[in-house]
């Protein structure tokens, strides 16, 4: 195999698909990224055995073939010649590649080893446009649980039907959100890994529709080249309607931008506490957040309406302020059902997304 690239160009490919490169793995190859370079271009390809990435470059190839090259360290190296013309090639010693006056090699492994990927993946498809999809994924994946407690938990639940809704859920939050379909050919429920939604999220341009497309517990997404295949979660996701409350005691409207940064001031004393909890203070004149530590404590008012019942409610900091931040409305809308009770927060006019988050008690 032989054929010359662009560095740029390559290297923007590498890094790209080596997202898709196994990190700690039994299986060695999983962190190698396969070369192929035919008459049409050079095709990267990774996997991880879940996720797969596949971009096709432009290249002058002077000899099909194709070849494995270790993800990270390939992504490295070729991340310091994006000015330079690299002539990459098979030989004895591995992987040859020439820049300017120079010449490196770089440890290779047989194609042959690589794990064969399905990129064929088209029984139903869904279009929409791809700012609404970065949207959505945007506004409900960092809710999406860390660990492998509930494996279901690690994605996000995406319902395909008039619209598309996404739930996503860790046991202590929970995310709602919907965006228009332009078009679908069947209405079905999938639970997509919330890496494969990130990964996706960053392939999309505005501007763009973008397809997706699912078969038998895969899904795939395609734009400017780039190809992404993933597994998807197979299992019973939790029903939201189980989950968020039907009534509310207190609901209080306040400024978005005034409680974020009153709650980022009272998070910051927080830092290193295994709670990180902030208290709200709910009365008829307004609202108090406040929060202590072994660092110090901080109380600030709030101005807000308030209808219903008065309310001392704990949280997790970080938890408010992501839902916070999530919304996009000058003034925000919580609902609290009482001080052990899930409470919600909504945009005032704009009711596409929603956000749950548990309350804590707080023993002082």
């Known amino acids: 195999m032989k054929f010359i690239a662009d560095g740029l160009t390559l290297s923007e490919a590498v890094t790209k698909v080596s997202k898709a490169c196994a990190v700690r793995t039994t299986s060695p190859i999983l962190e190698f990224i396969k070369l192929t370079a035919t008459l049409d271009g050079v095709s990267l390809l990774a996997t991880d055995g879940e996720l797969s990435i596949r971009k096709i470059i432009r290249a002058e190839v002077l000899e099909e073939g194709e070849i494995c090259v270790p993800g990270k360290l390939f992504a490295d190296f070729s991340s310091k010649l994006t000015d330079e013309e690299i002539s990459l090639s098979t030989g004895d010693k591995g992987v040859e590649l020439k820049y300017r006056d120079s010449v490196s090699y770089m440890q290779a492994l047989p194609a042959e080893d690589f794990p064969k990927i399905d990129l064929e993946v088209g029984e139903n498809s869904f279009t929409m446009k791809a700012a609404d999809l970065k949207n959505i994924i945007a506004e409900t994946v960092f809710c999406c649980a860390q660990d492998d407690s509930r494996p279901i938990l690690k994605g996000c639940l995406l319902k395909f039907g008039e619209v598309l809704e996404a739930v996503a859920l860790d046991g202590y939050r929970l995310a709602v959100s919907e965006a228009p379909i332009l078009s679908k050919s069947s209405e079905m429920s999938i639970v997509c890994p919330a890496r494969t939604l990130t990964e996706i999220s960053r392939m999309l341009a505005d501007g763009e529709e973008i397809t997706l497309y699912t078969r038998s517990g895969m899904l795939m997404a395609g734009a400017d080249g780039l190809t992404l295949v993933s597994r998807l979660y197979l299992g019973e996701f939790i029903k939201k309607e189980n989950v968020i409350p039907g009534s509310f005691s207190t609901v209080v409207t306040v400024n978005r931008a005034e409680l974020t940064a009153s709650a980022e001031r009272a998070n910051i004393l927080n830092r290193g506490d295994k709670n990180n909890l902030v208290t709200l203070e709910i009365a008829e004149g307004g609202m108090r957040i406040s929060s202590m530590s072994d660092y110090g404590n901080v109380s600030e008012p709030v101005g807000?309406?308030?209808?219903?019942?008065?309310?001392?409610?704990?949280?997790?900091?970080?938890?408010?302020?992501?839902?916070?931040?999530?919304?996009?409305?000058?003034?925000?809308?919580?609902?609290?059902?009482?001080?052990?009770?899930?409470?919600?927060?909504?945009?005032?006019?704009?009711?596409?997304?929603?956000?749950?988050?548990?309350?804590?008690r707080n023993a002082s």
């Open 304 to 360: 807000c309406t308030v209808k219903g019942r008065d309310l001392t409610i704990s949280m997790n900091a970080k938890f408010l302020l992501d839902a916070l931040k999530a919304l996009t409305e000058e003034q925000a809308v919580m609902s609290f059902g009482g001080a052990v009770s899930p409470f919600i927060l909504t945009n005032v006019e704009d009711k596409h997304s929603l956000y749950l988050i548990l309350p804590v």
